[in-house]
């Protein structure tokens, strides 16, 4: 009496896995009926029958691979703050890719010319989608982002392929620091670029003039921060502010006058850079620059952000930091660091919806920590 066939799930999932590893160790050309019956403990015979052809398992790993990329992406992001998600979820997109580079050929492009992939195949990508989707529309609801729901995450999406591919073949950097560094450079390029406030631009210091004016919703009756570069002509105004700053916060100064006389100091010296809110000086940002070790760009700290207490909530704070970002990205900066208080929720609020993080290498890394001590 002949045998009973056994063409179960459980042999599908057994050749499934000998394809994934076949493609992952040998590529597309590996995947022959005779090799993935030789590593599955079964037949020719039954591949076909299970699967039909070669594009019947490319198809069949096609599914799997958006079913993987979906469940990397579903867990929660912790915490789910505008545009911290995303930033998040890039890093998670990232690693699938980096982790299963043949794989996300087949998903991705079309490597076996007899798999054409139908509505059916596309539609594999749905959670994917919906999952990028939605987090790009609580970025939008949350007034991080604006503009097209649809349109941000196919930019979203496109930038992770790319630079997945540039990783991918070694193209990102030599490093593991440089390459985290584009990666998060990129991500938080296109998410600025679709920012509410638009982009400001500082001119050269021979020319002080108005940086521009923020687009982003504010209180009726509000006017939108216009952003200047400080000239020592204006060292008396960052000493009065940096005098008040200190004073709000119960910390000691020197008084405005001396530190009036420091600044100006520092703005000749060239390392320093400091942005004024509004002609009437209504806050500033503080800018320090140093070389780099491990580039050839700058390095830029964020000493100092302050509006007056009477003007905030006016997005005066969030238009000083898009400027200096811009500012210092004019002058050669490739990193821009910055400390708060973990009480202060509102400034981390600021710098996290900017795309600042407090984690090492990542989103989701290593808590960092700043420490300080007077000598």
Same mark, same amino acid.
Request: a neutral charge; aromatic letters at 6%.
């Given at each position: 009496?002949?045998?009973?066939?056994?063409?179960?799930?459980?042999?599908?999932?057994?050749?499934?896995?000998?394809?994934?590893?076949?493609? @992952?160790? #040998?590529?597309?050309? /590996?995947?022959? +009926?005779? *090799?993935?019956?030789?590593? =599955? %403990?079964? !037949?020719? $015979?039954?591949?076909?029958?299970?699967?039909?052809?070669?594009?019947?398992?490319?198809?069949?790993?096609?599914?799997?691979?958006?079913?993987?990329?979906?469940?990397?992406?579903?867990?929660?992001?912790?915490?789910?703050?505008?545009?911290?998600?995303?930033?998040?979820?890039?890093?998670?997109?990232?690693?699938?890719?980096?982790?299963?580079?043949?794989?996300?050929?087949?998903?991705?492009?079309?490597?076996?010319?007899?798999?054409?992939? @139908?509505? #059916?195949?596309?539609? /594999?990508?749905? +959670?994917? *989608?919906?999952?990028?989707? =939605? %987090?790009? !529309?609580? $970025?939008?609801?949350?007034?991080?982002?604006?503009?097209?729901?649809?349109?941000?995450?196919?930019?979203?999406?496109?930038?992770?392929?790319?630079?997945?591919?540039?990783?991918?073949?070694?193209?990102?950097?030599?490093?593991?620091?440089?390459?985290?560094?584009?990666?998060?450079?990129?991500?938080?390029?296109l998410l600025a670029g679709f920012a509410p406030a638009a982009?400001?631009?500082?001119?050269?210091?021979?020319?002080?003039?108005?940086?521009?004016?923020?687009?982003?919703?504010?209180?009726?009756?509000? *006017?939108?921060?216009?952003?200047?570069?400080?000239?020592?002509?204006?060292?008396?105004?960052?000493?009065?502010?940096?005098?008040?700053?200190?004073?709000?916060?119960?910390?000691?100064?020197?008084?405005?006058?001396?530190?009036?006389?420091?600044?100006?100091?520092?703005?000749?010296?060239?390392?320093?850079?400091?942005?004024?809110?509004?002609?009437?000086?209504?806050?500033?940002?503080?800018?320090?620059?140093?070389?780099?070790?491990?580039?050839?760009?700058?390095?830029?700290?964020?000493?100092?952000?302050?509006?007056?207490?009477?003007?905030?909530?006016?997005?005066?704070?969030?238009?000083?930091?898009?400027?200096?970002?811009?500012?210092?990205?004019?002058?050669?900066?490739?990193?821009?660091?910055?400390?708060?208080?973990?009480?202060?929720?509102?400034?981390?609020?600021?710098?996290?919806?900017?795309?600042?993080?407090?984690?090492?290498?990542?989103?989701?890394?290593?808590?960092?920590?700043?420490?300080?001590?007077?000598?």
């Open positions: 009496m002949p045998r009973e066939k056994q063409r179960t799930p459980e042999l599908a999932d057994a050749v499934l896995h000998a394809g994934l590893g076949l493609l @992952a160790a #040998e590529g597309l050309d /590996a995947l022959t +009926a005779r *090799r993935l019956a030789r590593e =599955a %403990a079964t !037949s020719p $015979a039954a591949v076909y029958e299970l699967f039909g052809d070669k594009a019947g398992v490319v198809r069949a790993i096609f599914f799997r691979g958006f079913r993987a990329l979906a469940d990397e992406l579903a867990a929660p992001v912790a915490p789910a703050r505008p545009p911290a998600e995303l930033l998040e979820l890039a890093q998670r997109y990232r690693g699938f890719i980096l982790a299963h580079p043949a794989l996300a050929a087949v998903m991705f492009s079309r490597p076996y010319a007899s798999f054409d992939p @139908a509505p #059916e195949e596309r539609a /594999a990508g749905a +959670a994917v *989608r919906e999952r990028i989707l =939605a %987090a790009v !529309s609580a $970025a939008i609801e949350a007034g991080a982002l604006a503009g097209d729901a649809l349109d941000i995450a196919h930019a979203y999406v496109a930038l992770i392929h790319g630079f997945a591919a540039a990783e991918v073949s070694q193209r990102l950097g030599r490093s593991e620091r440089s390459v985290q560094r584009r990666w998060d450079g990129g991500v938080q390029a982009p400001a631009t500082v001119p050269s210091a021979r020319a002080p003039a108005d940086i521009g004016r923020a687009r982003r919703a504010v209180p009726a009756g509000a *006017r939108a921060a216009s952003i200047r570069r400080g000239t020592a002509s204006d060292a008396g105004a960052i000493g009065r502010l940096l005098h008040e700053f200190n004073v709000e916060f119960d910390e000691p100064t020197p008084g405005p006058a001396r530190l009036a006389g420091r600044i100006e100091r520092m703005l000749g010296e060239g390392d320093t850079s400091v942005l004024l809110a509004g002609a009437s000086a209504d806050g500033l940002a503080v800018l320090r620059f140093r070389a780099s070790i491990w580039t050839e760009g700058l390095e830029c700290y964020l000493a100092e952000l302050y509006v007056v207490p009477s003007l905030r909530g006016r997005g005066i704070g969030r238009a000083l930091m898009v400027a200096a970002m811009a500012h210092a990205r004019e002058r050669g900066a490739d990193h821009i660091d910055l400390g708060t208080a973990e009480s202060d929720l509102a400034a981390r609020g600021l710098y996290e919806s900017l795309g600042f993080s407090n984690r090492e290498g990542r989103p989701g890394g290593p808590l960092n920590y700043f420490y300080e001590r007077e000598l």
